[in-house]
């Protein structure tokens, strides 16, 4: 009797996998951001060119519905020329791919962090380490007492390393701020001259009273 083969495993059914999965069709480049400095060499090859010759050196080989949505993007561009030169033209924001507005982000006024960072010197000199956490729970207290609430100022970890990079009483290093050594023993130390009966007499008393 000749051996039967086991019967193949059944697909598993369920929702469809959506890691490692190909590109259905082709980029529509709708959520592709360039940075200032790229938009500005764009719009400065536009002045002596057309629209589709732009798009045929910038982008090569998009069609359809891509194609249209990068005309329509580089037509938005053309109408922003003004912030978009300025933005180039700053080395900050060249590499830049979006720049938020002030006020846009909460964060605290430099007499609350400067508090804050007192009590992050006071702690860490009396021995206790600071987490990032503690650290983030403090300004919370600190911005409720301004006023603001969770939704407005959440101390979120960009802040928090912020926090060290402008901070001017914090000068370590972000490692050593936050070192989970254990505090120091606090010792006392007296010194006396061996020679001398009374100096030792109390010198032995004090110790007595503090022990």
């Given at each position: 009797?000749?051996?039967?083969?086991?019967?193949p495993?059944?697909?598993?059914?369920?929702?469809?996998?959506?890691?490692?999965?190909?590109?259905?069709?082709?980029?529509?480049h709708?959520?592709?951001?360039?940075?200032?400095?790229?938009?500005?060499?764009?719009?400065?090859?536009?002045?002596?060119?057309?629209?589709?010759?732009?798009?045929?050196?910038?982008?090569?080989?998009?069609?359809g519905?891509?194609?249209?949505?990068?005309?329509?993007?580089?037509?938005?561009?053309?109408?922003?020329?003004?912030?978009?030169?300025?933005?180039?033209?700053?080395?900050?924001?060249?590499?830049?791919?979006?720049?938020?507005?002030?006020?846009?982000?909460?964060?605290?006024?430099?007499?609350?962090?400067?508090?804050?960072?007192?009590w992050?010197?006071?702690?860490?000199?009396?021995?206790?380490?600071?987490?990032?956490?503690?650290?983030?729970?403090?300004?919370l207290?600190?911005?409720?007492?301004?006023?603001?609430?969770?939704?407005?100022?959440?101390?979120?970890?960009?802040?928090?390393?912020?926090?060290?990079?402008?901070?001017?009483?914090?000068?370590?290093?972000?490692?050593?701020?936050?070192?989970?050594?254990?505090?120091r023993?606090?010792s006392?130390?007296?010194?006396?001259?061996?020679?001398?009966?009374?100096?030792?007499?109390?010198?032995?008393?004090?110790?007595?009273k503090?022990?």
């Amino acid at each position: 009797m000749a051996p039967t083969r086991p019967a193949p495993h059944r697909l598993a059914s369920g929702r469809p996998r959506v890691k490692n999965t190909p590109r259905k069709g082709p980029a529509k480049h709708q959520r592709v951001f360039t940075t200032y400095a790229k938009k500005l060499h764009v719009l400065q090859w536009l002045e002596n060119n057309t629209i589709e010759s732009t798009l045929d050196t910038f982008l090569k080989g998009v069609s359809g519905v891509a194609r249209q949505t990068a005309w329509k993007k580089i037509l938005h561009w053309r109408s922003q020329i003004d912030f978009i030169t300025q933005a180039a033209s700053s080395p900050s924001s060249a590499s830049n791919r979006t720049i938020r507005s002030t006020g846009t982000g909460t964060t605290l006024d430099s007499a609350a962090e400067e508090n804050i960072a007192n009590w992050v010197c006071q702690l860490r000199s009396d021995g206790v380490p600071v987490s990032r956490l503690l650290l983030s729970c403090k300004a919370l207290e600190v911005a409720k007492d301004l006023g603001l609430s969770t939704a407005q100022f959440k101390a979120s970890p960009s802040w928090v390393d912020d926090f060290f990079r402008t901070s001017s009483d914090l000068r370590f290093r972000h490692r050593n701020a936050f070192s989970t050594a254990k505090p120091r023993a606090m010792s006392l130390q007296v010194e006396f001259n061996p020679s001398s009966k009374n100096t030792r007499s109390k010198t032995f008393t004090t110790l007595i009273k503090l022990g």
